[in-house]
């Protein structure tokens, strides 16, 4: 049986009542080059296995370099030359093999042709035109696919959970499926987050050159992210702080270029384009940071505020979409296409230290209120409610 270890981190023995499952994990998302849904996907596979339970988990990989990293359940590596055939031949003739109980479908589609009980994660819904968003966000082959297997999924789970409450929401706004048993389990920030010794922080300084103290954002560079707001925003108060800007993360399907607006604006030498750092780094990077600015139009969840709440950042965060969820009363918030708002923002952050030391303090409370083992806890619940 899959019975790990307690750790400290981990809640106390399951209060289960049913009989033990094997519980199946479908985890080619961990092949991903970055994001949240991979990262998601990891915690929360630790998170299940270090819960005190009786079932069995069985993990199920694209890729074999993933093997061996969850010893305490049974991993499964399973070749397939495209991802469509991994989804949807390889992996279900595998899964009606292996006769699970329930399987997680933790990235938006249920397989075709299973006939195990389903639970499926939906994240976001921007494959789908939003009104929030102008220009589409994937690629033309991945938003078909999503567009033809999100709403035929939703209406063969068992089981639905959406990240938040705007993204349950959006299941009926933008796909038109009704679904009024649509769960809430949100994400969480990781076990790297959270504040850094002075030593950390000087060491991220130093490899990525600040020597200015600097506002943060994380995240790809697409026009949903609004970072050429957040720069236009930075234009109007540079002259009068001594900060830089530091823009991590790489670059989304549609990109948005920033280059030319640095330029114009005169900022060259003050806006830092780090691209993708090392997850490792980015603790140190959140806590060395003056504020963590966020000015995205539509987030399914929104995890980067969260994780600089967590690291003691303060963080000046958008009132769009799901944001509100995640931040509650612990950020600064402003309308993402007022960038004069969110200047006067990251000038009062700047400026005044008492309300500095409140929105971390804040900040840390919040973030506390969120965790993989919690969120975990209920995944469980509701994958035992779909086995029957």
Known sequence: MSKPSQCSSCPGPWNSRVQPLRIGIVARALSLPFGGVREFLEATIEALLCLDVPHRFVIYYDDPAHMGKHPAADETFLAAPHKFLWDHVVLPLRLARDRLDVVWFPHNV??????????????????????????????????????LFIPRSLRRARRVIADSRWTATDIRRLVRIERDDVQVVPLAPGRLFGPQPESEQARVRQVYRLERPYFLFTGITSPRKNVRALIEAFAQINDAIPHDLVLVGGRGYVNEPVDDLIRRTGLTGRVHCLGVVPRTDLPGLYSAADAFVFPSLYEGFGLPPLEAMACGCPVICSHATSLPEVVGNAALVFDPRDTTMLAHHMRAVVCDMALRERLKRQGLDRAAQFSYARSAGRLLALLEEAAG
Do not use: C, K, Q, W
């Open 110 to 147: 249920v397989a075709l042709g299973v006939r195990t009980p389903a639970v499926v994660t939906i994240h976001d819904l921007l494959y789908f035109p939003a009104p929030e968003v102008s220009r589409r966000e994937y690629a033309l082959l991945d938003t078909l696919y999503m567009r």
